[in-house]
């Protein structure tokens, strides 16, 4: 029978709080017995009274809120053979394939449909009622029960076992692991592992890397939002390689423009002829070969092949979606969860609990508490100030740190990104500040609306604090800055201009600590923080008869959700689609980040992480929408990108207006200071295209209305083929849907209420304590 501990600590010295505490455990206990609740306390006595409850359910009270909860069942087994798109490709071309692993004791595919009390005699193994309910629908049955039981006032939301966690009542509540995650010392065959065992020997360990991840074991074991999670990752991690693949081949041709761009040659030749005017009012004049290694460098990223690896991204990204829909729509099928979000979640507890009035529910024609819209409209509103009032907070540091920057530039201007990164940094801290004050309290009816409210909420503000420095350098940085004579300026102070090399060089440079420096360090910190977690005991490996479960698990760090896993890997897709022609090393970076990724993660939720309750989920939620926009912003973006700030167009507008050739380039693109700035009668050159009174020149205008141009036939090529791959790849595989109306008439079949009478007898027996009439029907 599983259990799910509650753990509670009273230190000796008593106080108001801890009376209060006190009876509110004592309430809410008193209301789980009274629903039926089986309960046993163990006392732990050490520095502080420890005291474990650990509840179990027993089979009526499983059956009645299996039903209430609308769990599905199994009716029949269903022979289904597993593979995806890799394997299949593999198999296509005779290729071994290395990825494949055999893993023991796979959970069995079944018909099913929800379940009913009457009808209990008609789904599969219902004899057993040991096994007849998976761990997983145990333990989220006694959450359920958890979650809605009250300890206090209703309207004040005093309800649900996360609210005494909040309030310090209890200290937590968890599902316990089946046991240790090492494998057995002695000899045993794979029938006798564990499913714990099974996803540590063949998914959690270092090597496992190159293996297919046991999806169906995850979610038999964390339940599906957890299984979903990874098999988004995995299959993310997966369309990586072909993205991989191509910019490091382009990279290796950039490599080869370092060594034979004319352009590159002119600079590091004849540069010592070229001064440059000075790049900020304290600054010196310099020569133009001064820049010719970064220059150089810098063709490893604005090159020809810019272009192409920017069309393949924005498609690649649209594809994966598609692709992505298709394999969610299989998972959820296999995993009942396909029409969860329109029929069978339940409203949260909070809500029943604070909620003024009923209203029928269209789909499942139950009556449910409900929130007024004009109630939820004042919470709404001010939902959306906090965040507007966040990012504006976030703005404003980010213009302090500009105006910062060029006030001390006379330090600084050799290091510009040092300072960039200090500014990330600091708002990361910031964030991490803020990050519960933007919990939604618009009152929303299901958990999964509560989460994606939560998550766009977040995801808006780190957004704006994680893209504001790259955005400034790729679009903003150097555009306003005037010329020599007419500079222009904020607040007194001079516009910042890009550096020596450009602006595009020092985004790649901002690129490449994020997806470098900064993942690095976030894999070094998931792998360090949880070895340092306090503990005296190794938790799975050397329990010993001494120590009871619920405090070897209780020992192991509480699992905080899934939050923090998506907004990682959301951003780094937004890094390596938004800015992916400044660094078409990215997709590579991310790679190998997220082969490391997924071995961390799955080491926290087998060895390091308390076991979480399971939870449903039918998709990923609100993110896929987060991603299909981030898919759009690229698309905008790299057009800009190529457009404005590299130096494709200005190239190629140079070879059509000439012979051909890019001799004289560098010359074609510096213009020569007025008069009037000269100091010393020392003539100097800037970048633009302007004539000696600062004037734009015919060039300028010409490729303006190139550049702009270019945008938009950019951006509708390539939404043009993104919604013609959207039209051609269905969201559902054909497959599925004849799976989905098999089992919707196996269920209807199984569960039809009007029965085809042969014989009906009725016999009525008179007593002295009145009628008793006795039905025997036989039925078909």
């Known amino acids: 029978e599983p259990v799910t501990p509650l753990k509670?600590?009273?230190?000796?010295?008593?106080?108001?709080?801890?009376?209060?505490?006190?009876?509110?455990?004592?309430?809410?206990l008193s209301k789980l017995q009274t629903a039926g609740l089986q309960q046993e306390q163990v006392v732990v006595q050490s520095k502080t009274k420890t005291t474990y409850v650990l509840l179990s359910a027993p089979w009526n009270i499983l059956c009645y809120y299996?039903?209430?909860?609308?769990?599905?069942?199994?009716?029949?087994?269903?022979?289904?053979?597993?593979?995806?798109?890799s394997e299949k490709i593999l198999h296509k071309?005779?290729?071994?394939?290395?990825?494949?692993?055999?893993?023991?004791?796979?959970?069995?595919?079944?018909?099913?449909?929800?379940?009913?009390?009457?009808?209990?005699?008609?789904?599969?193994?219902?004899?057993?009622?040991?096994?007849?309910?998976?761990?997983?629908?145990?333990?989220?049955?006694?959450?359920?029960?958890?979650?809605?039981?009250?300890y206090g006032a209703m309207k004040r939301g005093e309800?649900?076992?996360?609210?005494?966690?909040?309030?310090?009542?209890?200290?937590?509540?968890?599902?316990?692991?089946?046991?240790?995650?090492?494998?057995?010392r002695g000899p045993a065959g794979p029938e006798s592992l564990s499913t714990r065992q099974i996803l540590y020997q063949y998914w959690a360990r270092w090597a496992c890397w190159k293996k297919y991840q046991p999806l169906h074991h995850i979610r038999e074991y964390f339940g599906e939002k957890v299984a979903l999670y990874f098999a988004w990752l995995g299959f993310y991690t997966g369309w990586l390689l072909p993205a991989a693949v191509v910019g490091f081949f382009l990279s290796l041709f950039g490599i080869w423009l370092m060594v034979t761009d004319v352009p590159a040659q002119e600079v590091c030749h004849n540069g010592e002829n070229i001064v440059m005017c000075p790049l900020c009012d304290i600054c010196s004049y310099w020569n133009l070969s001064s820049i010719c290694t970064t220059f150089r460098v810098g063709l490893l990223f604005d090159n020809g092949g810019t272009v192409f690896f920017s069309i393949f991204m924005s498609l690649w990204a649209v594809t994966f979606l598609e692709h992505w829909k298709r394999t969610c729509a299989v998972l959820s099928h296999r995993w009942d969860c396909s029409e969860f979000?329109?029929?069978?979640?339940?409203?949260?507890?909070?809500?029943?609990?604070?909620?003024?009035?009923?209203?029928?529910?269209?789909?499942?024609?139950?009556?449910?508490p409900h929130f007024p819209e004009t109630s939820r409209f004042r919470r709404i509103i001010t939902g959306n100030m906090v965040i507007i009032i966040m990012v504006a907070v976030v703005l404003i540091f980010l213009i302090a740190i500009i105006l910062y920057r060029s006030i001390l530039s006379i330090i600084i201007y050799?290091?510009?990104?040092?300072?960039?990164?200090?500014?990330?940094?600091?708002?990361?801290?910031?964030?991490?500040?803020?990050?519960?004050?933007?919990?939604?309290?618009?009152?929303?009816?299901?958990?999964?609306?509560?989460?994606?409210?939560?998550?766009?909420?977040?995801?808006?503000?780190q957004f704006v604090n994680f893209y504001s420095s790259p955005v400034y350098i790729a679009f903003f940085k150097g555009r306003f800055v005037g010329y020599p004579g007419n500079y222009y300026k904020l607040f007194g102070i001079r516009n910042e201009d890009c550096g020596a090399s450009g602006c595009l060089i020092e985004l790649a440079q901002e690129l490449l600590v994020i997806m470098v420096g900064k993942q690095v360090i976030n894999n070094v910190q998931e792998f360090v923080l949880p070895k340092l977690h306090p503990t005296q005991r190794e938790n799975g490996a050397?329990?010993?008869?001494?120590?009871?479960?619920?405090?070897?698990?209780?020992?192991?760090?509480?699992?905080?959700?899934?939050?923090?896993?998506?907004?990682?890997?959301?951003?780094?897709?937004?890094?390596?689609?938004?800015?992916?022609?400044?660094?078409?090393?990215?997709?590579?970076?991310?790679?190998?980040?997220?082969?490391?990724?997924?071995?961390?993660?799955?080491?926290?939720?087998?060895?390091?992480?308390r076991r979480p309750v399971a939870e449903r989920a039918q998709d990923i939620g609100i993110w896929f929408t987060i991603l299909q926009v981030i898919t759009y912003l690229a698309v905008i973006s790299n057009a800009f990108l190529i457009a404005f700030t590299s130096d494709f167009l200005p190239r190629l507008y140079y070879r059509y207006t000439t012979e051909g050739s890019l001799r004289g380039y560098m010359d074609f693109t510096l213009s020569v200071a007025p008069n009037n700035f000269t100091q010393s009668h020392m003539q100097c050159r800037y970048r633009g295209f302007r004539d000696d009174k600062g004037h734009h020149t015919p060039e300028y205008y010409n490729l303006l209305a190139i550049r702009l141009g270019f945008v938009i036939i950019f951006e509708h090529v390539v939404f043009l083929i993104g919604r013609m791959i959207d039209w051609m790849v269905p969201d559902i595989p054909e497959e599925v849907e004849i799976k989905i109306k098999r089992e919707q008439y196996m269920a209807k079949k199984a569960l039809a209420e009007n029965q085809v009478i042969l014989h009906r007898l009725e016999f009525c027996i008179l007593r002295n304590q009145g009628n008793v009439c006795l039905f025997n029907r036989v039925f078909v």
């Open 8 to 28: 509670a600590s009273e230190p000796e010295d008593k106080t108001s709080t801890q009376a209060t505490h006190r009876k509110w455990r004592e309430e809410f």
């Open 66 to 85: 299996a039903e209430e909860i609308s769990l599905r069942v199994p009716l029949q087994v269903e022979t289904n053979e597993d593979s995806n798109w």
């Open 93 to 150: 071309l005779h290729i071994p394939n290395i990825l494949a692993q055999q893993v023991p004791n796979p959970p069995p595919d079944y018909y099913t449909c929800q379940f009913h009390t009457k009808k209990l005699e008609r789904f599969l193994d219902h004899e057993n009622k040991d096994t007849f309910f998976k761990t997983t629908q145990r333990h989220q049955i006694l959450y359920e029960i958890l979650s809605r039981t009250p």
């Open 159 to 184: 309800v649900g076992i996360a609210r005494l966690i909040t309030e310090g009542a209890f200290t937590a509540a968890y599902p316990l692991h089946e046991g240790p995650y090492h494998m057995p």
């Open 341 to 368: 979000e329109e029929s069978e979640e339940r409203p949260r507890p909070e809500f029943a609990a604070m909620a003024p009035t009923t209203i029928r529910n269209p789909v499942t024609g139950a009556e449910e």
């Open 414 to 461: 050799k290091s510009h990104n040092a300072f960039f990164i200090f500014s990330m940094c600091f708002l990361i801290v910031q964030s991490q500040r803020y990050f519960f004050t933007l919990r939604p309290t618009e009152m929303h009816r299901t958990q999964t609306k509560y989460e994606d409210a939560f998550t766009l909420k977040v995801f808006i503000f």
């Open 542 to 609: 050397n329990i010993t008869e001494n120590v009871a479960p619920w405090e070897t698990d209780y020992e192991l760090l509480m699992c905080e959700g899934l939050f923090s896993e998506y907004l990682e890997m959301v951003l780094q897709f937004g890094f390596i689609t938004i800015f992916v022609a400044a660094c078409p090393l990215a997709p590579f970076f991310a790679l190998v980040n997220n082969w490391v990724e997924i071995r961390l993660d799955s080491q926290k939720f087998v060895c390091e992480y």
